[in-house]
């Protein structure tokens, strides 16, 4: 089973920033990466995959990159609806898929 | 719209079976270029990947789950569901079903999720 870790776990950031949220994989996994986004009491709501291309309807302040085992997902200009937890997740070698512990914004 | 829509009991007891039914609006479950997938969260915890179901019945799941699980499918009703025997604490969650592009293997979109709690 593939492992993926994010860091940092939490990430406080004012808004107008620009951050960068880090996942990395136990092996490669070429660009089958995955990024999601989940707000308090939502379901996770796909950003990225592919490593690096965006979902529908996704602004182009998010972007992903990486390949292999080492991925960032790069959100610039916070504003108040970007705070919330981002997971990324693998489907390179499965079963199973398997998804980072999520990294959270906060305000700082 | 896709939209996928969670129902089914939200309290279960221990050692019984866990069952959530997913209905699927604004498309088929029968498109053959998508699987239909069950995920988990634990409160406050990370996702959990359980098992997706093809429109065929063929299913796919995780090792984790595969002596206690069965997902379904039920095309006449537009419909996929999860049975999860065997219950405990341990699997008081959210639980979310998802669509997965069959030549991708990304979700997209998602259920707006069931709290099921394993209590006596």
């Known amino acids: 089973e593939i492992m993926m870790t994010q860091s940092p776990d939490t990430l406080s950031v004012s808004p107008g920033e620009r951050v960068t949220l880090s996942c990395r994989a136990s092996q490669s996994i070429s660009s089958n990466l995955a990024w999601y986004q989940q707000k308090p009491g939502q379901a996770p709501r796909l950003l990225i995959y592919g490593a690096s291309t965006r979902a529908t309807g996704i602004p182009a302040k998010f972007s992903g990159s990486g390949s292999g085992t080492e991925f960032t997902l790069t959100i610039s200009s916070l504003q108040s609806e970007d705070f919330a937890v981002y997971y990324c997740q693998q489907y390179d070698n499965w079963p199973p898929y398997t998804f980072g512990q999520g990294t959270k914004l906060d305000v700082k | 719209q896709v939209q996928l829509q969670e129902s089914g009991p939200r309290l279960v007891k221990p050692s019984q079976t866990l069952s959530l039914t997913c209905t699927v609006s604004?498309?088929?479950?029968?498109?053959?270029?998508?699987?239909w997938s069950w995920i988990r969260q634990h409160p406050g915890k990370g996702l959990e990947w359980i098992g997706y179901?093809?429109?065929?019945?063929?299913?796919y799941y995780n090792p984790s789950f595969k002596s206690r699980l069965n997902i379904s499918v039920d095309t006449s009703k537009n419909q996929f569901s999860l049975r999860l025997n065997s219950v405990t604490a341990a699997d008081t969650a959210v639980y979310y079903c998802a669509r997965d592009l069959r030549h991708g293997n990304w979700f997209d979109p998602w259920g707006q999720g069931a709290l099921v709690t394993v209590s006596s």
């Open positions: 179901v093809y429109y065929t019945g063929g299913t």
């Open positions: 604004g498309d088929s479950v029968t498109t053959g270029d998508y699987y």
